[in-house]
Protein backbone atom coordinates (compact mmCIF):
# COMPACT_ATOMS: atom_id res chain seq x y z
CA UNK A 1 0.00 0.00 0.00
CA UNK A 2 2.85 2.48 0.75
CA UNK A 3 4.18 1.26 -2.22
CA UNK A 4 1.23 2.16 -4.05
CA UNK A 5 1.24 5.75 -2.86
CA UNK A 6 4.83 6.26 -3.02
CA UNK A 7 4.66 5.03 -6.61
CA UNK A 8 1.38 7.57 -7.15
CA UNK A 9 3.30 10.39 -5.44
CA UNK A 10 6.34 9.90 -7.69
CA UNK A 11 3.82 9.79 -10.81
CA UNK A 12 2.33 12.76 -9.51
CA UNK A 13 5.75 14.50 -8.94
CA UNK A 14 7.01 13.85 -12.09
CA UNK A 15 3.62 14.71 -14.01
CA UNK A 16 3.83 18.56 -12.03
CA UNK A 17 7.30 18.65 -12.48
CA UNK A 18 6.95 18.03 -16.64
CA UNK A 19 3.55 20.39 -16.63
CA UNK A 20 5.61 23.06 -15.27
CA UNK A 21 8.79 22.40 -17.06
CA UNK A 22 6.62 22.59 -20.22
CA UNK A 23 4.65 25.83 -19.43
CA UNK A 24 8.43 27.47 -18.98
CA UNK A 25 8.96 26.09 -22.09
CA UNK A 26 6.41 27.16 -23.97
CA UNK A 27 6.26 30.58 -22.44
CA UNK A 28 9.73 31.19 -23.03
CA UNK A 29 9.03 29.77 -26.50
CA UNK A 30 5.72 32.13 -27.09
CA UNK A 31 7.92 34.87 -25.49
CA UNK A 32 11.21 34.08 -28.55
CA UNK A 33 8.79 34.05 -31.16
CA UNK A 34 7.40 37.20 -29.89
CA UNK A 35 10.18 39.10 -30.06
CA UNK A 36 11.50 37.21 -33.50
CA UNK A 37 8.23 37.82 -35.04
CA UNK A 38 8.05 41.48 -34.70
CA UNK A 39 9.43 43.14 -37.73
CA UNK A 40 10.55 46.49 -37.14
CA UNK A 41 10.06 48.78 -40.12
CA UNK A 42 12.01 51.87 -39.84
CA UNK A 43 10.20 54.57 -41.91
CA UNK A 44 12.16 57.79 -42.41
CA UNK A 45 10.63 61.54 -42.22
CA UNK A 46 12.26 64.47 -43.77
CA UNK A 47 12.92 67.92 -42.36
CA UNK A 48 9.07 68.75 -42.52
CA UNK A 49 7.32 66.02 -40.91
CA UNK A 50 6.56 64.32 -43.96
CA UNK A 51 7.29 60.39 -45.12
CA UNK A 52 10.64 60.55 -47.53
CA UNK A 53 9.79 59.05 -50.61
CA UNK A 54 10.56 55.66 -51.64
CA UNK A 55 12.01 55.35 -55.69
CA UNK A 56 12.26 51.34 -54.86
CA UNK A 57 9.20 51.28 -54.32
CA UNK A 58 8.23 53.96 -57.49
CA UNK A 59 10.63 51.32 -59.78
CA UNK A 60 8.84 48.15 -58.80
CA UNK A 61 5.17 49.70 -59.12
CA UNK A 62 5.65 50.35 -62.58
CA UNK A 63 7.48 47.22 -63.00
CA UNK A 64 4.42 45.36 -62.33
CA UNK A 65 1.77 47.65 -63.64
CA UNK A 66 2.92 50.41 -66.19
CA UNK A 67 2.08 54.13 -64.93
CA UNK A 68 2.00 52.98 -61.04
CA UNK A 69 5.28 54.52 -60.44
CA UNK A 70 4.12 57.77 -62.00
CA UNK A 71 1.44 57.87 -59.82
CA UNK A 72 3.12 57.20 -56.99
CA UNK A 73 5.78 59.95 -58.03
CA UNK A 74 2.82 62.01 -58.57
CA UNK A 75 3.52 62.75 -61.51
CA UNK A 76 -0.16 61.61 -63.78
CA UNK A 77 0.44 63.68 -66.70
CA UNK A 78 3.09 60.80 -68.08
CA UNK A 79 0.58 57.90 -67.36
CA UNK A 80 -1.35 58.62 -70.73
CA UNK A 81 2.19 58.78 -72.51
CA UNK A 82 2.96 55.67 -71.43
CA UNK A 83 -0.64 53.98 -72.35
CA UNK A 84 -0.45 55.58 -75.04
CA UNK A 85 2.79 54.57 -76.07
CA UNK A 86 2.13 50.95 -75.07
CA UNK A 87 -1.42 50.38 -76.78
CA UNK A 88 0.39 51.69 -79.85
CA UNK A 89 2.75 48.78 -80.28
CA UNK A 90 -0.36 46.66 -78.31
CA UNK A 91 -2.26 47.45 -81.38
CA UNK A 92 0.25 47.20 -84.11
CA UNK A 93 1.04 43.67 -82.84
CA UNK A 94 -2.19 42.70 -82.93
CA UNK A 95 -2.87 43.80 -86.53
CA UNK A 96 0.10 42.36 -87.80
CA UNK A 97 -0.44 38.91 -86.27
CA UNK A 98 -3.76 39.00 -87.68
CA UNK A 99 -2.70 39.59 -91.07
CA UNK A 100 -0.08 36.82 -90.48
CA UNK A 101 -2.08 34.67 -89.47
CA UNK A 102 -4.09 35.02 -92.90
CA UNK A 103 -1.05 34.92 -95.18
CA UNK A 104 0.07 31.39 -93.58
CA UNK A 105 -3.22 30.04 -94.33
CA UNK A 106 -3.38 31.41 -97.37
CA UNK A 107 0.40 29.93 -98.42
CA UNK A 108 -0.71 26.41 -96.84
CA UNK A 109 -3.42 26.46 -98.82
CA UNK A 110 -1.58 26.97 -101.94
CA UNK A 111 1.56 24.44 -101.05
CA UNK A 112 -0.75 21.50 -99.95
CA UNK A 113 -3.25 21.79 -102.62
CA UNK A 114 -3.66 18.57 -104.61
CA UNK A 115 -2.12 16.50 -101.53
CA UNK A 116 -3.94 14.77 -99.01
CA UNK A 117 -3.23 17.81 -96.44
CA UNK A 118 -5.33 20.11 -98.40
CA UNK A 119 -8.49 19.39 -96.47
CA UNK A 120 -7.39 21.37 -93.56
CA UNK A 121 -6.71 24.25 -95.39
CA UNK A 122 -10.33 24.72 -97.99
CA UNK A 123 -9.65 27.56 -100.08
CA UNK A 124 -13.23 29.17 -99.20
CA UNK A 125 -11.84 29.99 -95.88
CA UNK A 126 -9.21 31.99 -97.17
CA UNK A 127 -9.19 35.97 -96.71
CA UNK A 128 -10.98 37.82 -100.04
CA UNK A 129 -8.17 39.79 -100.57
CA UNK A 130 -5.61 36.70 -100.59
CA UNK A 131 -7.40 34.88 -102.92
CA UNK A 132 -5.69 36.53 -106.08
CA UNK A 133 -2.43 34.94 -105.01
CA UNK A 134 -3.98 31.68 -104.42
CA UNK A 135 -6.13 31.32 -107.59
CA UNK A 136 -2.45 31.71 -109.41
CA UNK A 137 -0.30 29.93 -107.22
CA UNK A 138 1.27 32.55 -106.04
CA UNK A 139 2.79 30.58 -102.87
CA UNK A 140 6.45 32.98 -103.44
CA UNK A 141 4.68 36.43 -102.94
CA UNK A 142 2.49 34.97 -99.86
CA UNK A 143 5.55 33.46 -98.07
CA UNK A 144 7.28 36.86 -98.36
CA UNK A 145 4.68 39.18 -97.35
CA UNK A 146 4.34 36.33 -94.22
CA UNK A 147 7.78 36.98 -93.59
CA UNK A 148 6.97 40.48 -93.54
CA UNK A 149 4.24 40.34 -90.67
CA UNK A 150 6.42 38.24 -89.19
CA UNK A 151 9.33 40.50 -88.65
CA UNK A 152 6.58 43.41 -87.81
CA UNK A 153 5.42 40.91 -84.66
CA UNK A 154 8.80 40.51 -83.59
CA UNK A 155 9.62 44.39 -83.91
CA UNK A 156 6.27 45.16 -82.07
CA UNK A 157 7.34 42.91 -79.05
CA UNK A 158 10.42 44.83 -79.03
CA UNK A 159 9.25 48.49 -78.94
CA UNK A 160 6.48 46.99 -76.62
CA UNK A 161 9.29 45.70 -73.89
CA UNK A 162 11.51 48.73 -74.64
CA UNK A 163 8.62 51.24 -73.85
CA UNK A 164 7.75 49.34 -70.58
CA UNK A 165 11.66 49.46 -69.84
CA UNK A 166 11.51 53.42 -70.71
CA UNK A 167 8.46 53.30 -67.91
CA UNK A 168 10.14 52.01 -65.42
CA UNK A 169 13.43 53.80 -65.81
CA UNK A 170 11.23 57.23 -66.25
CA UNK A 171 9.78 56.11 -62.58
CA UNK A 172 13.23 55.03 -61.16
CA UNK A 173 14.67 58.56 -62.11
CA UNK A 174 11.80 61.21 -60.83
CA UNK A 175 12.06 58.55 -57.45
CA UNK A 176 15.42 59.62 -56.95
CA UNK A 177 14.54 63.60 -58.30
CA UNK A 178 11.40 63.72 -55.87
CA UNK A 179 13.28 64.94 -52.41
CA UNK A 180 15.99 66.86 -54.37
CA UNK A 181 15.20 70.83 -53.88
CA UNK A 182 14.36 72.72 -56.86
CA UNK A 183 13.27 75.46 -55.02
CA UNK A 184 13.64 79.28 -55.73
CA UNK A 185 16.48 79.10 -52.92
CA UNK A 186 19.11 77.43 -55.72
CA UNK A 187 21.46 80.26 -57.09
CA UNK A 188 24.78 80.51 -58.12
CA UNK A 189 27.10 84.05 -58.27
CA UNK A 190 30.61 84.79 -59.65
CA UNK A 191 32.74 86.95 -57.70
CA UNK A 192 36.51 87.87 -57.69
CA UNK A 193 38.76 86.39 -55.66
CA UNK A 194 41.54 88.34 -53.55
CA UNK A 195 44.67 87.26 -52.28
CA UNK A 196 47.11 88.86 -49.92
CA UNK A 197 50.06 87.05 -51.28
CA UNK A 198 51.92 88.42 -53.63
CA UNK A 199 53.03 85.48 -56.27
CA UNK A 200 49.17 84.55 -55.98
CA UNK A 201 47.33 85.63 -59.48
CA UNK A 202 43.72 87.66 -59.65
CA UNK A 203 41.09 84.47 -59.66
CA UNK A 204 36.85 83.70 -59.87
CA UNK A 205 35.16 82.30 -56.90
CA UNK A 206 31.94 80.48 -57.56
CA UNK A 207 29.18 80.93 -54.52
CA UNK A 208 26.23 78.19 -54.72
CA UNK A 209 23.57 79.13 -52.81
CA UNK A 210 21.82 76.15 -51.22
CA UNK A 211 18.57 77.61 -49.00
CA UNK A 212 18.26 80.64 -47.48
CA UNK A 213 20.84 80.42 -44.98
CA UNK A 214 24.03 78.02 -46.84
CA UNK A 215 26.21 79.09 -48.90
CA UNK A 216 28.34 76.54 -50.61
CA UNK A 217 31.47 78.19 -52.14
CA UNK A 218 33.71 76.53 -54.29
CA UNK A 219 37.05 76.27 -55.33
CA UNK A 220 38.14 79.58 -57.12
CA UNK A 221 39.39 79.58 -60.87
CA UNK A 222 42.54 81.43 -61.97
Known sequence: MRK?????????????????????????????????SVVVKKVEFDSNGRRKHDPHKATMHSLIIPGWGQAYNRKYWKIPIVYAALGITAYIFNDNRQEYNKLK?????????????????????????LKYYVDTNDSYSLQKYR????KNIDYSVLFFLLFWALNVVDATVDGHLKDFDVGNDLSIKIKPAFYNLPTTPLGVSFVLNVGKNEHHKMAPVP
Open 4 to 36: IRFFLFLVAGLGCSFFSFSQKKDSSHLRILGVD
Open 147 to 150: NEFR
Open 105 to 129: YAYFAVINRGTSDSIYFPVNKVAAE
